[in-house]
């Protein structure tokens, strides 16, 4: 069962926030909640040590003001640091927490150079215009899913 958990719930949440970052430019809440319940869980059921739950803490409590400094900014939506914290609690302070933020950010530019460029066509198939999510994207004046 706590396999699923680590190989199933995990990923399908981190799957579902950034589809519905992408559609809606929303991340709702409960998904970083599940994703912070859904660790407790795992680390209850896999008897973590109380030094690997210190870990996988400090990975969230270092993201998180960082990430608070870029919302503040305006630089990243509220939703995207409550996201990337939450997940940031499963990867732990380990090196692969800077592989992921440097990842992060580098898919995020190339979503970001994407839209740009997608945003230079004045005229898009029908089939697109007609598809809410995509007029949302392709809208000037929007801004961008980062997460």
């Known amino acids: 069962m706590i396999e699923a958990a680590i ?33 407790v869980v795992v680390a209850l059921g896999t008897s973590l040590p109380l030094a690997g739950w210190g870990i996988h803490a400090l990975g ?38 800077i592989v992921f933020v440097m990842l992060v950010g580098i898919y995020g530019m190339v979503l970001t150079l994407g839209l740009l460029y997608v945003r230079q066509f004045e005229v898009v198939p029908t089939s697109l215009a007609r598809q809410e999510w995509f007029a949302r994207l392709h809208d000037k004046k929007a801004g961008f899913p980062t997460a």
């Open 7 to 39: 190989l199933v719930v995990f990923p399908m949440l981190v799957a579902f926030g950034g589809a519905s970052d992408l559609l809606t430019m929303t991340i709702r809440n409960r998904v970083s909640i599940l994703l912070v319940a859904g660790f």
């Open 60 to 97: 969230l409590l270092v993201v998180f003001p960082v990430g608070f400094a870029f919302f503040a900014a305006g630089w990243m939506g509220g939703g995207d640091v409550k996201f990337i914290s939450a997940i940031s609690l499963w990867v732990g302070f380990t090196h692969d927490l």
